[in-house]
């Protein structure tokens, strides 16, 4: 009995006769069900916040006495808050904070966490010490914590709320910048640079920083969602992001514990619009990681 | 060892100074202090009467010896006077540990039970229908805020039992506040227990990748014995250190949920001390937490590597 084997499937399988762009994304989707289902809710999250001027029903900010507490229908499809302003609305504009908050956290904490890691792993020595104590006294907080400590020491507006949220993510950043320099510098083309005459700082910037960008994408996606996660929290606990913007976490906060018997719409759609978008995050932070980093596939 | 665990307990110390420069100096980072806030709230205009309760408080000394005052009164165990209610600040804090203690533990306890079966479940059929369903039910309560599952939770007894679990005055017997604090407890720790099984799953499929795992295969061992004899225990090792992060993670949870469900502990007094600027609340509760952090960790490393006999630290 022989069997023949079928190479043509073999190789559409491992993405051989993907030339283009789109059949590129089409294979990674079929690939990678799950992240593309988050790559799909993030989309639309961008797109949610991008276009809310215009998709957006109401003015969020807008109270009408005679739809208080008014039932999801017709005329507010998830109903509205006690002072009337519709729930949709104030979820397309929550989505604007959110976006604000998640990428500028995400590339304040990049842009001052990658230069420290790299510092730290490229030069060593009393720099690295140094640095690595820091990165020790910012980890003995937990991330809510730090920011809560921050949020309230700048005081409350959007850009602290975002500076508020980066500093704790600065920390994990450092982290895997240093301990992929570590490693990577080690390498022939290191030595290879250093060889030509090129500078160790250039070495650092330009040959060194590229190779570490793999884990720093899935790490920025996760924290990315966690920044998402986090303003939530605060500003649910009141530290956050102040009015008149239309937060998420604040949405909770304000009707929680009076409306939960008489409208829950108040409770549950905030709540579905924040773990959406965070559950978008992390799954394609996932599939992410397992495109980007093979020793990690399971 | 001796060698590698002063070294690491230095650290240790090290780290609890900084935190507490580091945490000292943002609160006084605040534009307007207490006496501003005291000022306000009273309508007091009158600018002596400010300084006079900067004064009283110390708040115009220089800030060093402001530091020294507290760190010195912290060895002496006297953390000083909280501001609002004027009372030792010990006498606030103390009072409200044992129940986040208790919540803390019961969460954990609630973490580890969820988290751990469901990551051996999912490795052992990885990638089956079975490993998907419960990688996306992992992540999906690694997204839900815990406040919100919270306020899910309350409104569910709500609806259906016209009744809040609320933790108003101290409960008649153990149990019964136990029964009071699990559902708070469960909140915290389903959110904790994806952390848990995400980190179960991963390191049980790298011990089921070993050689010795295909050697214990190929004398014939049945599955049953290669995954929960051989396999489980040697992947159950790296979940100890999962109690060290989570204990960072399940304090965070704490402090949204203790507040959402009303329970009168640390976590929720330490959001109104920091809303009222009650620096002495804040600096003591702030230094409570790293120092739990930081003592957890510590005591996670040194069983971690007293499990692990593969693990020789250079001293």
Not at chain 1, 55 to 77: C, E, K, M, Q
Not at chain 1, 104 to 125: E, K, M
Not at chain 2, 124 to 135: A, G, K, Q
Not at chain 2, 210 to 217: C, K, L, V
């Amino acid at each position: 009995m022989t069997t023949t084997l079928d190479h043509s499937a073999e190789l559409a399988r491992a993405g051989a006769n993907v030339s283009t762009r789109w059949q590129a994304i089409r294979f990674l989707a079929r690939r990678y069900p799950l992240g593309a289902f988050g790559a799909f809710i993030i989309l639309i999250f961008i797109l949610t916040a991008l276009l809310a001027h215009w998709i957006s029903p109401y003015d969020p900010t807008l109270t009408n006495a005679r739809a208080s507490l008014a039932v999801p229908g017709a005329a507010h499809w998830l109903g509205a808050d006690f002072m009337g302003r519709d729930i949709l609305s104030r979820i397309i504009g929550g989505a604007q904070i959110s976006l604000a908050v998640g990428i500028g956290a995400t590339v304040l904490g990049l842009s001052v966490g990658i230069p420290i890691g790299l510092a730290s792993g490229y030069f060593g020595g009393w720099l690295d010490l140094i640095i690595q104590r820091f990165i020790d006294i910012m980890q003995s907080l937990p991330l809510l914590v730090m920011a809560l400590v921050m949020a309230a020491s700048l005081g409350p507006s959007l850009r602290n709320t975002i500076i508020a949220i980066a500093i704790p993510l600065v920390p994990s950043i450092a982290r895997i910048v240093r301990s992929n320099t570590l490693a990577l510098k080690e390498m022939p083309f290191v030595e290879a640079a250093r060889a030509i005459g090129i500078g160790e700082t250039w070495i650092a910037a330009r040959h060194v920083l590229p190779n570490t960008l793999a884990p720093l994408i899935v790490l920025a996606t996760a924290q990315f969602g966690s920044a998402i996660l986090v303003e939530a929290s605060l500003s649910f606990l009141g530290l956050g992001v102040p009015e008149p913007y239309p937060s998420w976490g604040r949405m909770l906060s304000e009707s929680a514990a009076e409306y939960m018997r008489t409208a829950p719409w108040l409770v549950i759609f905030p709540g579905v619009a924040i773990s959406l978008v965070v559950f978008g995050a992390n799954l394609l932070g996932d599939a992410l990681r397992d495109l980007l980093d093979p020793r990690l596939r399971t | 060892m001796t060698g590698y665990l002063m070294r690491r307990f230095a650290l240790m110390l090290l780290t609890l100074f900084g935190m507490s420069i580091l945490i000292f100096l943002v609160m006084r980072l605040v534009p307007g202090n207490i006496a501003d806030i005291l000022v306000d709230s009273a309508g007091i205009v009158d600018p002596k009467q400010k300084l006079k309760i900067e004064q009283e408080l110390g708040l115009d000394r220089p800030l060093i010896a402001q530091y020294w005052q507290w760190i010195s009164g912290l060895a002496r165990g006297d953390l000083g006077y909280a501001y609002v209610s004027e009372r030792p600040a010990i006498e606030e804090i103390l009072p409200r540990l044992p129940v986040t203690a208790k919540l803390a533990v019961l969460a954990l306890v609630f973490s580890v039970l969820i988290g751990v079966p469901l990551g051996v479940i999912s490795a052992v059929h990885r990638n089956t229908f079975l490993d998907y369903l419960m990688r996306v039910i992992s992540l999906s309560g690694l997204s839900m805020p815990s406040f919100w599952l919270g306020l899910l939770v309350l409104m569910a007894f709500v609806q259906m039992l016209g009744w809040i679990p609320i933790y108003n005055r101290q409960p008649d017997s153990i149990w019964a506040e136990i029964g009071l604090l699990a559902i708070p407890a469960f909140v915290v720790g389903f959110r904790s227990s994806a952390l848990v099984m995400r980190l179960t799953r991963s390191s049980m499929l790298e011990v089921l990748k070993q050689d010795y795992i295909r050697t214990a295969r190929s004398k014939g061992a049945s599955e049953k014995t290669v995954n929960y004899d051989h396999a489980l225990r040697n992947a159950l090792l790296p979940v100890v250190t999962i109690i060290g992060i989570e204990a960072a993670f399940l304090l965070g949870g704490l402090i949204v949920t203790e507040t959402v469900f009303n329970i009168p502990g640390v976590a929720r007094f330490l959001v109104e001390a920091i809303r009222s600027r009650d620096y002495p609340i804040v600096q003591n509760l702030v230094m409570f937490i790293a120092f739990v952090v930081v003592t957890v960790n510590f005591i996670v490393d040194i069983t971690y590597t007293m499990l692990d006999p593969r693990i020789r630290l250079e001293s």
